[in-house]
Each structure stands twice: as C-alpha cells, then as structure tokens.
C-alpha cells in the first residue's frame, strides 16, 4: 500500500518552491505552476468570487491594430483585476512578496499556452485546468488571448476544462496569476 500525504513545510527561500507546491492565500488555495530564477509561478486553484467581463464594448481596430502586444493589455479586466487585487484583504499578505510580470504587472490571468499548450505541466491533466467559486458548480473562465481576427471574442476555459472563445462582454470566472519571489 502507498500513502500520499501533504506535509506543512516552512519555506526558508523562494528556491524551496517546487511544481505542485500550494500555499494559502487568505481563504484561497494558489499552485506553483512553474519555478523560474525570480520567484515561482502560482495561479488560484478556485475563481475569485466576483465574475468579471473582458470588456463591456469591443476593442477598435484602429486601436487594437497600433499596439504591438497581447490585447489582454487594453481589457477592462486587467484594470479592474489590478485595481480589485491591491484592494482584496485576502491578498494582503502576499502584495510584498509579489514580482511583476514583464509589464509591470502583480497580477494577470493565465494564456491559452500555459492552459492548454503544456507551458505548465500540471495543466496537461484536465482536472486542473477546471475550477469553482466558493464550492459551487464548476464554471468557465478567461484567458488573456483574443481568438482569430475579432476583437470582440477572447478565449476561455470551460467547466469541461476545454478550450473556447466567447464574446468579450460576457462575464466569467478569473484564476489569478502571480510570480511569488523576493
């Protein structure tokens, strides 16, 4: 017979992290993702517990067009995920241990690639990639990539743990993720 077991570790340097590790964030749970040289990547294993949209009208062309990078920037959700965050008391603790991303960002949500595309390992297995908010049903979830041409469809998560695209104004879950180091 073989035991699994969890065991409480007190953590003495960022580089104790390992892939699978999970720490509590207030009432959450986040999992390390990925160890990199900087700090480890942890995302929520529920959604937060406010349903956000991507936006509420499309991105114009003209200005989707002229930026040269992910159209996550220009969403309504990163700046209400940045601004709820700083503000939410259960990430609190954590604020001063956080890197940013490369764009300066705390805070962001997961890519198709890292969802779907074995960037993460722990994601290869289905039941990881589908979460819950508060112990309720299992719902769908945004990524950060707008899917084909549109910019009015962005790509989500499903309950089946599928990948989708779906309009931007529709409001749905969000897994936070964040580089814990320092």
Same mark, same amino acid.
């Given at each position: ?7 409480? &570790? ?20 986040? +999992?390390?993702?990925? &160890? ?14 406010? +349903? ?72 290869? &297995? ?31 998560? +499903?309950?089946?743990? +599928? ?20």
């Amino acid at each position: 017979m073989n035991i699994l077991r969890k065991q409480e &570790v007190i953590m003495n340097d960022i580089s104790d992290f390992k892939v699978g590790d999970q720490i509590k964030v207030g009432k959450y749970t986040a +999992t390390c993702q990925k &160890v990199m040289d900087k700090g480890a990547v942890f995302m929520l294993d529920q959604y937060l517990d406010k +349903t956000y949209r991507m936006n509420s009208e499309p991105i114009s062309h003209d200005k989707a067009f002229n930026f040269k990078g992910n159209i996550y920037i220009l969403s309504e959700l990163r700046r209400e995920l940045l601004k709820d965050f700083k503000a939410d008391p259960e990430f609190i603790d954590i604020l001063d241990h956080l890197v940013p991303f490369y764009n300066g960002d705390i805070v962001r949500i997961p890519s198709v690639d890292e969802m779907f595309g074995g960037d993460w390992e722990l994601m290869t &297995v289905r039941k990881n990639r589908i979460a819950d908010r508060n112990g309720d049903d299992i719902e769908w979830g945004w990524l950060c990539n707008k899917n084909s041409d549109s910019f009015i469809f962005f790509d989500v998560v +499903t309950s089946c743990g +599928t990948a989708f695209r779906d309009s931007a104004s529709n409001y749905y879950g969000v897994r936070p993720v964040f580089i814990f180091g320092r």
